[in-house]
């Protein structure tokens, strides 16, 4: 079974820094998807970001990209220029390529914090 | 992105009463919906995956009784948590995909039992 971690339970920032997010998952398979997920104070989950694990190059959104090291097993977010309402939960998931089974795996989440 | 609905957002319920939870998928139709639990500080709980027209596929330790879960057609599909109990208080979220890679999720519901 595919497994997911998030070792960070808590970061905070400072507005307009940048901040790193880890995220590591276990799988045997050789393709698959992986996101993160934001969710605010409102509960509603955002999509951030997406990779695909057949693409070498990391994904990027605007002041959002990650490091995804397939080998490693390792897919970070790193958020530049913190805005204070990039505050919230974060959520790393996983979820096969195979059709028709597109249940995600999530991490325990990272809860950011910025600071003005 | 996909619009997903998830209505209603919070319910107050009398212990022993059902609710029906309901997750529309608004522009895209729905071959698959999950839903899950969240607790306080917690991450996403996935509670059972349902197809339209064919049974819900509950997780481990989920009482399929008590959550009752319909799929009839492909934009919408139902939780109905039976006899509650306080115990089922929690903060229930829906989430779909329809041919893409992520899936959208609904506002989530605020469910307390008292």
């Known amino acids: 079974a595919q497994t997911v971690t998030q070792s960070q339970p808590e970061m905070s920032v400072q507005e307009a820094e940048t901040v790193t997010l880890s995220c590591t998952y276990d799988t045997s398979e050789s393709d698959y998807y992986l996101f993160w997920y934001k969710q605010p104070p409102s509960r509603q989950m955002i999509l951030v970001i997406r990779q695909e694990a057949y693409k070498q190059q990391n994904a990027t959104e605007n002041r959002f990209s990650v490091n995804f090291q397939k080998a490693a097993k390792s897919f970070s977010l790193k958020i530049s220029d913190s805005q204070l309402g990039d505050a919230a939960m974060y959520f790393c998931?996983?979820?096969?390529?195979?059709?028709?089974?597109?249940?995600?795996?999530f991490g325990t989440g990272t809860r950011l914090t910025i600071i003005p | 992105g996909a619009v997903v609905s998830q209505h209603p957002s919070w319910v107050i319920c009398k212990s022993g009463t059902s609710v029906k939870i309901e997750c529309r998928s608004l522009d895209f139709q729905a071959t698959t919906m999950f839903w899950y639990r969240q607790f306080p500080k917690q991450s996403l709980m996935l509670m059972a995956t349902s197809n339209e027209g064919s049974k819900a596929t509950y997780e481990q330790g989920v009482e399929k009784d008590k959550f009752l879960i319909n799929h009839a057609s492909l934009t919408l599909s139902t939780l109905t948590v039976t006899s509650a109990h306080p115990e089922d208080s929690s903060f229930y979220i829906c989430?779909?995909?329809?041919?893409?890679?992520?899936?959208?999720f609904g506002q989530g519901t605020r469910l307390t039992v008292v």
């Open positions: 989430s779909a995909v329809g041919g893409h890679t992520e899936a959208f």
């Open positions: 998931a996983y979820r096969t390529s195979n059709f028709g089974n597109e249940k995600l795996t």
